[in-house]
C-alpha cells in the first residue's frame, strides 16, 4: 500500500513536517481507511479551483486539511483520542465543501453538512476495527468540539483554525511561506484561556501582530465578491443536477469534485452543462446594488472568519486586540466589511428550483 504522505505535493510534505517533526505512524492506518480516502477528492478551497477568478497554487485536500490538524493536535497533547477527533472532523464533508452548506442555505454558519460525522465514522467497518482495537470509544473521537485544543468558539485560536490558515496561505493566497509558518507554530504553547480551558496562545505578541495582520488578507478573499459568487453557483449547479436527477444528495458522500464535473459537463441537459462550462471560462464578475436581469445574480452573506489570539504581554496572558491597537483596528474594520448587495456571472443562468419536466 502506497503511503498517502509520500505521493502529496513536496511542500505540503515539507509542511507536514513542521506540524509533527516525528510523524506519529500509528495515524496512518486510519487515514488509509475508504472513509477517509475520500476526502482526498474534496477542495479545501470550496470550488474556487475550477474558477479561473483564482489562481491557486495547488490542490490541497481536505484528507490534507484533517491530516494537518491531526498533526498540530497530536504535536501539543500526544493524545491518540484528540487527535483522532481531529483527524475525523471533516469526514462528514460533502464534495464542494462549504458550497453545500450555501445550497442547503447556511452560508452564514456553514455548519449544515457536520451532523453525519458520528454515522460515517459508525459505518466505517475499517475505522471501527481500529477502535476496538485500540480500545478508543466511539464517542470520544466522533465530535472534536469536547476537545478545546481541536476547536473553540470563534474567534479563539484552534488546531481546525491554525491548520486551514497556514495551508491556505500556502496553496490559496500566498501570504507566507514555510520559514514563517515555522517561525509561527514554534512560538505556541498551551495557556489557560478566560474561561480556564486550554488554548493554543504566542509567546511572542510581535508574532501574534505579525500572523494576523497576514491573515486578515486570507479573511477578506473568503468573504469577497468573487469567493461567494463562486461558491453559491457551485451550489445552484448542484442543487440543478440533482432536482434534474442527474446527480443525488448520495453522490456528493461518493464521489470526486472531478467526478462530478464531469457528470456535469456530459449530462443530457445542455443548458446546464453549457451554463457550466461559461463558469469554467468566466474570468470576472459582475457587481451591483439592483438586481441583476438576464444575467446569474445573487445576493449572499458569507461566515465572517477571524482569529484573535492569546498571547504572553509581560508576563500577562491577554488577546492580541488588547495589545496592539493596529490589530484591533484591522479587526474591527474587516469585520465592518460591507459586501455587494448583488454579484453575478455576465451569462443567464437560473437554477432548477424543482424537478425538471
Known amino acids: 500500500m502506497l503511503n498517502y504522505i509520500d505521493q502529496l505535493h513536496p511542500e505540503i510534505q515539507a509542511y507536514f513536517k513542521i506540524l509533527a517533526p516525528e510523524f506519529p505512524k500509528w ?18 478551497n470550496c470550488g474556487t479551483d475550477y474558477s479561473k477568478l483564482f489562481n ?9 486539511h484533517s491530516i494537518g490538524v491531526a498533526l498540530i493536535i497530536w504535536h501539543f497533547t500526544h493524545d491518540k483520542k484528540q487527535t483522532l477527533a481531529g483527524l475525523f472532523h471533516d469526514i462528514a464533508t460533502p464534495a464542494f465543501k462549504h458550497c453545500i452548506d450555501f445550497m442547503n442555505d447556511d452560508a452564514l454558519k456553514q455548519e449544515s453538512t457536520e451532523a453525519m460525522t458520528s454515522d460515517i465514522i459508525k459505518n466505517s467497518s475499517e475505522i471501527m476495527t481500529l477502535l476496538n482495537r485500540d480500545q478508543i470509544k466511539l464517542s470520544e ?31 490559496f493566497l500566498r501570504i507566507w511561506d514555510l520559514n514563517m509558518i515555522e517561525q509561527i507554530y514554534n512560538n505556541i504553547i498551551i495557556i489557560k484561556n478566560e474561561e ?12 501574534s501582530e505579525h500572523y494576523i495582520q497576514s491573515s486578515v488578507e486570507l479573511w477578506k478573499t473568503w468573504i469577497s465578491d468573487e469567493d461567494r ?18 446527480l443525488t444528495i448520495d453522490d456528493l458522500y461518493s464521489l470526486s469534485e472531478i467526478e462530478i464535473i464531469d457528470r456535469i459537463l456530459n449530462c443530457p441537459d445542455q443548458y446546464l452543462k453549457e451554463s457550466f462550462r461559461n463558469f469554467l471560462h468566466t474570468t470576472s464578475i459582475i457587481k451591483s446594488n439592483q438586481p441583476i436581469q438576464d444575467k446569474y445574480c445573487i445576493s449572499v452573506v458569507a461566515k465572517k472568519r477571524y482569529i484573535t489570539p492569546l498571547c504572553i504581554y509581560h508576563a500577562q496572558t491577554l488577546r ?14 474587516y469585520l465592518n466589511t460591507k459586501s455587494t448587495r448583488y454579484t453575478g456571472f455576465n451569462f443567464p ?5 424543482e424537478l425538471a419536466k
Open 320 to 333: 492580541i486586540d488588547k495589545i496592539s491597537p493596529k490589530t484591533a483596528t484591522l479587526i474591527k474594520n
Open 56 to 64: 491557486i497554487n495547488y490542490f490541497y485536500s481536505t484528507l490534507d
Open 141 to 171: 473521537v466522533d465530535n472534536y468540539h469536547l476537545y478545546p485544543i481541536a476547536d473553540n468558539d470563534t474567534p479563539r485560536l484552534s488546531a481546525d483554525r491554525f491548520e486551514y490558515t497556514f495551508s491556505s496561505g500556502l496553496a
Open 196 to 207: 480556564n480551558q486550554d488554548e493554543l496562545a504566542f509567546m511572542d505578541w510581535k508574532l
Open 229 to 246: 459568487t463562486v461558491m453559491q453557483f457551485i451550489a445552484d449547479i448542484v442543487k440543478s443536477m440533482i432536482n434534474s436527477q442527474y
Open 27 to 44: 495515524l496512518l492506518e486510519y487515514i488509509h481507511t475508504p472513509a477517509m480516502k475520500r476526502l482526498a477528492g474534496i477542495s479545501m
Open 349 to 353: 443562468f437560473q437554477p432548477y428550483k
